[in-house]
């Protein structure tokens, strides 16, 4: 069993920065792939970013490529997602997901196993 909780979320102006949180219990973040999703009013959950279990692998939604980067501390057990030259169309629920099988993409929900409640990010112009 795995348990996540996200932090760090909160209300920033358009072009500033916030660093998401994602604390893992139950096993180290290092045994599995991890990725964060979000979720705007009135439409689906939506892939972000994930690092994959081997090779320090990185990958990214085009919408946020070269602003977001998602890294891990795994003496803190715990997984980041540095969000910079943040815009409005970033604002929602963002979550943090765990694959523990190891597949092989990642950007799906169906790629996870566990699931954070989420961290309310709001960007105001």
């Given at each position: 069993q795995v348990q996540l909780v996200e932090s760090g979320g909160g209300l920033?102006?358009?072009?500033?920065?916030?660093r998401l949180s994602c604390a893992a219990s139950g096993r180290t973040v290092s045994s599995y792939a991890m990725g964060w999703f979000r979720q705007a009013p009135g439409k689906e959950r939506e892939f972000v970013a994930t690092a994959r279990r081997s090779g320090g692998y990185t990958y990214y939604a085009?919408?946020?490529k070269?602003?977001?980067t998602?890294?891990?501390?795994?003496?803190?057990?715990?997984?980041?997602?540095?969000?910079?030259t943040l815009k409005?169309?970033?604002?929602?629920?963002?979550?943090?997901a765990a694959d523990i099988m190891g597949r092989p993409l990642g950007?799906?929900?169906?790629d996870y196993d566990?699931?954070?409640q989420g961290t309310?990010?709001?960007v105001s112009s």
């Amino acid at each position: 069993q795995v348990q996540l909780v996200e932090s760090g979320g909160g209300l920033v102006q358009a072009g500033g920065s916030l660093r998401l949180s994602c604390a893992a219990s139950g096993r180290t973040v290092s045994s599995y792939a991890m990725g964060w999703f979000r979720q705007a009013p009135g439409k689906e959950r939506e892939f972000v970013a994930t690092a994959r279990r081997s090779g320090g692998y990185t990958y990214y939604a085009d919408s946020v490529k070269g602003r977001f980067t998602i890294s891990r501390d795994n003496a803190k057990n715990t997984v980041y997602l540095q969000m910079n030259t943040l815009k409005p169309e970033d604002t929602a629920v963002y979550y943090c997901a765990a694959d523990i099988m190891g597949r092989p993409l990642g950007y799906r929900l169906a790629d996870y196993d566990y699931w954070g409640q989420g961290t309310q990010v709001t960007v105001s112009s």
